[in-house]
């Protein structure tokens, strides 16, 4: 599976993005997705996930209510979509995939064994 992030970008305080997962070499409809970021000189974070059939979703606290992820099995993409924005938030946006992952293990960066490359998201005071 490759996967293809985009829609990071510069952004004002309190703006909105929405970043897309593209998957291409097998479906992703039945792989857990996730979204983590990594800001500069911290350590790579979890943002979000959704099991294949969205029947399970998590965010980190710092992003609940804010952020949302979704996905379209039949397009093979998964979004989040950043309201309220924070310059907090500024980090390499990156998405990962994995075919087993339980939900206890949806935050944890070792349970998914797909990633993509990142895209920018930096948000300005």
């Known amino acids: 599976v490759q996967l293809q992030a985009s829609g990071g970008g510069l952004v004002q305080a309190g703006g909105s993005l929405r970043l897309s997962c593209v998957a291409s070499?097998?479906?992703?409809?039945?792989?857990?997705v996730g979204w983590f970021r990594q800001a500069p000189g911290k350590e790579r974070e979890f943002v979000a996930a959704?099991?294949?059939?969205?029947?399970?979703?998590k965010y980190a606290d710092s992003v609940k209510g804010r952020f949302t992820i979704s996905r379209d099995n039949a397009k093979n993409t998964v979004y989040l979509t950043m309201n309220s924005l924070r310059p907090e938030d500024t980090a390499v946006y990156s998405c990962?995939?994995?075919?087993?992952?339980?939900?206890?293990?949806?935050?944890?960066?070792?349970?998914?064994?797909?990633w993509g490359q990142g895209t920018q998201v930096t948000v300005s005071s």
């Open positions: 070499g097998r479906t992703v409809s039945r792989l857990t």
């Open positions: 990962a995939a994995g075919p087993s992952v339980i939900q206890s293990q949806m935050t944890s960066q070792t349970a998914y064994y797909y």
């Open positions: 959704t099991k294949w059939n969205s029947n399970s979703i």
